[in-house]
């Protein structure tokens, strides 16, 4: 089965630290996501890209939050510097879209804990 | 704005019940309905909607979409502890086209 690969699955940092996260989208894929998700705000879009463009990254917080595309095959996401509340599960989500919407809907990732301490 | 409200947040049901869940939506521009189940880890994809009143269906669970009354109920028959997660309904917005808004999610817990 094809699947949303995201690393690394688990990591612990110390405040002020950079952190970056990756996602291989699926292969074919046009669409890649970037959600945080938390025990109190549920799934939050942080950004989203089609075809490696931007389309919207009103969810992240500008002066620390940076998501790219450098290549089809690869998403990232960074967090410089990182603080206590950005604890969270960051999940990676790819999908087909075409003009009348996603192709069978979207695949997660299996996420990335990130701890900052 | 944009929103997804999902009821019940949580449930409590014992094995062999059937459960109703409930997703309704104020989007601009709506172009899906998804629903998701999640456990330990990743949500997985169950079922997508796009028309009014076809009902989709995956042995126990089913699902179907209302858009007259802007929303969606996932059934699940003869509830198994397997089925303990939290199911998550979101929305393809398409003024952009595929942007996916998540509501809070239901946390469903099946009882042996």
């Known amino acids: 089965d094809a699947r949303v690969t995201q690393t690394p699955r688990h990591k612990v940092t110390e405040m002020g630290q950079e952190v970056t996260m990756r996602c291989q989208p699926i292969l074919g894929h046009n669409t890649v996501f970037w959600y945080r998700q938390t025990m109190m705000q549920g799934l939050e879009l942080l950004a989203y890209f089609r075809n490696r463009a931007p389309l919207d990254d009103s969810g992240m917080p500008k002066d620390r939050f940076s998501a790219e595309m450098p290549d089809a095959t690869l998403a990232t996401l960074k967090i410089q510097p990182s603080e206590p509340r950005d604890s969270a599960v960051y999940f990676c989500?790819?999908?087909?879209?075409?003009?009348?919407?996603?192709?069978?809907?979207?695949?997660f990732g299996s996420g990335t804990r990130l701890t900052v301490v | 704005e944009d929103k997804v409200v999902q009821s019940p947040l949580s449930l409590v049901v014992h094995e062999g019940d059937t459960v109703t869940l409930n997703c309704s939506y104020e989007v601009t521009n709506f172009r899906s309905l998804l629903w998701y189940k999640q456990e330990k880890k990743a949500p997985t994809f169950l079922f997508m909607l796009?028309?009014?009143?076809i009902e989709k269906k995956s042995g126990r669970l089913s699902s179907i979409l209302d858009k007259k009354e802007l929303s969606s109920i996932l059934n699940i028959t003869a509830t198994q502890t397997g089925d303990s997660a939290i199911y998550l309904c979101a929305v393809e917005e398409g003024n952009q086209g595929g942007k996916l808004i998540f509501g809070q999610g239901t946390e469903l817990s099946v009882k042996p």
């Open positions: 796009t028309s009014s009143g």
């Open positions: 989500a790819s999908g087909l879209v075409l003009a009348g919407g996603s192709i069978g809907g979207y695949t």
